[in-house]
């Protein structure tokens, strides 16, 4: 009975030992909006997809990320200033689209709708995260800005929840990322939305500063996320490409 | 005592001191990030307030619903005879190893608005996503099969010897239940329902994608710690502090003996 237990303790350190990270893998914290795209352009590395948001803060906390791609500029300006990131590029753009299940429950026409009283069901970035707040830009643009009052409206601080509870019928319509448009196609009916009320949606992109970091192989990702290549890889994922630097 | 039992009750020692600190170490962290007279401030902010209060009344009413009809249920899945019954007692508690999302897109595709039953009651004009019931039903799926189990184990530890004594003495099938049955297992359904309590009042994924996070509607405690968590860090740890404090005062007073019952618990036996 002891040696049995104590062979169980010691296995269980072994095997915690086992659990830590290898020290040559790359690895990669990005956007969840990023989540198909990624992979094909840096194959071969560790990834964590999440909102920009929580892997800001779990790189603040010391994550062993290497590199950082985020759906805001907020976040990874934020990581630069702290000195915990380099200083961060813009790779990628992304547009909004609004968006109902595909058999349109509500009969939703023109974004124009949500403006009536009497409220529709809508799922919505929640008020401080970037999806959340490019959703606010965009109505204000629209000259919307109270629609969010005159509907029930749900807040989800991670888009994927959001294209899911739209998908379900949950709610009859709401905002995502077009790449989250594009990756739901056949559960999701887009209603047109002026060009002009579109929000600025910058990816950007840093190498994290940390004791330990990967800085060499980060660089590399980030140069290949700017080459030609990279930007074939970008479009063909459905995300907009920032002017040639 | 001699060497190889102090031996043995080293290495128990052991195993309990590392699983004690493994468990109250991140709890202690939390505790320790806010500093205690700020945590009143940050609580009586008005999301904070009115989530405390949709997670309260959501969550009585599912305990309620729970109690009242999972009592009967589990009374008869212990004591009853029928085929199947392995298969029934596994199907109970398949919600618990459901991740929680599952268990939101699970009642989505049941009760949502294109859902099995979802379509049927639409035409009926009841919508459930986005409303206080659709909480009451995610907090219910979640947190029912903990009591069910509970409950079950208890009324299948009964001394059957007492319920038919009581049946010899010309009792009915329900005095039987309400007056011995109930009672004798009444332990067990006490630590059941706490159990199931917490886990309900602390339920996120399947709230959220079923039932929305709509404020002052929908959103609960659990839903108002992630959305703060972008606002502003101290409140969503003030919030999950609350969380703690209900969860842990349910979970200590259901294993308090309670104050009416009068019959001394018989002495521990063989203890060291």
Known sequence: MIRASLALLATSI????????SAYATTVYAASSLTKFVPTIAPGNTYSFSG???????????????????????????????GLCTTPVVFALNTLTFVTPISNPAGITRVQQLDRPGGYRLAVGGKHVPLGI??????????????LQKNTVSSYQKASDLTSVIALGSAVA??????DWHANRSRLLPIPVPKSAQPL????????????????????????????????????????????? | MNTRTRLFRGVLTLALVITLLFLLIPIAALLLQVPVRELPALLRETAVTSALLVS????????VLFLAIGTPAAYLMALGRFRGRPLLLTLIELPLVLPPAVAGIALLTAFGAFGLLGSTLAQFGVVLPFTQAAVVIAVTFVAAPFYLRAAIAGFSALDRNQLDAARDLGASEAVVFRRIALPLAADALRAGWAMAFARGIGEFGATLLFAGSVASLTETLPLAVYAQLDVDFNSAVAVSILLLAISGGVLLVAKLPPLWSLTPTSPPVGGW
Do not use: W
């Open chain 1, 201 to 245: 949606i910058r990816y950007m992109a840093c190498a994290v500063i940390r004791p330990g970091a990967d800085t060499t192989s980060a660089r590399a990702v980030i140069a290949r996320l700017l080459s030609l290549s990279g930007r074939q890889a970008l479009a063909n994922a459905h995300l907009g490409l920032p002017p040639k630097t």
């Open chain 1, 14 to 21: 072994a095997l915690c030992s086992a659990l830590a990270p």
């Open chain 1, 52 to 82: 920009s948001d929580t892997l800001a803060f779990q790189i603040e906390n010391g994550a062993p990320a290497d590199v950082f791609l985020s759906a805001a500029p907020l976040y990874a300006e934020r990581l630069h200033k702290k």
């Open chain 1, 134 to 147: 490019y959703t606010r830009t965009l109505l204000g643009k629209l000259g919307l800005g109270r629609a």
């Open chain 2, 56 to 63: 309260l009344k959501t969550s009585l009413i599912a305990n």
């Open chain 1, 174 to 179: 709401g905002f995502v990322y077009t790449t």
